[in-house]
């Protein structure tokens, strides 16, 4: 299985970008799916994740960043909408192939992607 993050880019504040991981290798319609950011000196942190049925998301990005699917396409989304300067950050997306108890930490994912960094300007 691999996963392919892509959509980063420089920005400004205020601004908007829609990030895309592509999953290949099986089908993941059933997976738990989920994306993390790593900001520079800081630990990775959870930023959403959707399963079959339902989403969650980081108190830190509710309300502006939306995950979404096409299980069609292999391919996940995050939406990022009214992005601020501390958004700035290497964004991860992740897979289970199963639903997991962990879906806002890093050891619910054993698949990863490599990472697309997002720079948000002031």
């Known amino acids: 299985v691999q996963l392919q993050a892509s959509g980063g880019g420089l920005v400004q504040a205020g601004d908007s970008l829609r990030l895309s991981c592509a999953a290949s290798?099986?089908?993941?319609?059933?997976?738990?799916m989920g994306w993390f950011r790593r900001a520079p000196g800081k630990e990775r942190e959870f930023v959403a994740a959707i399963s079959w049925s339902d989403t969650n998301y980081a108190d830190s990005v509710a309300g502006r960043f939306t995950i979404s699917r096409d299980n069609a396409k292999n391919t996940v989304y995050l939406q990022m909408n009214s992005l601020k300067p501390e958004d700035t950050a290497i964004y991860y997306c992740a897979g289970s192939p199963v639903r997991t108890p962990y879906a806002s930490s890093p050891r619910g994912y054993p698949y990863w992607g490599q990472g697309t960094l997002v720079t948000v300007s002031s």
């Open positions: 290798g099986r089908t993941f319609t059933n997976w738990e």
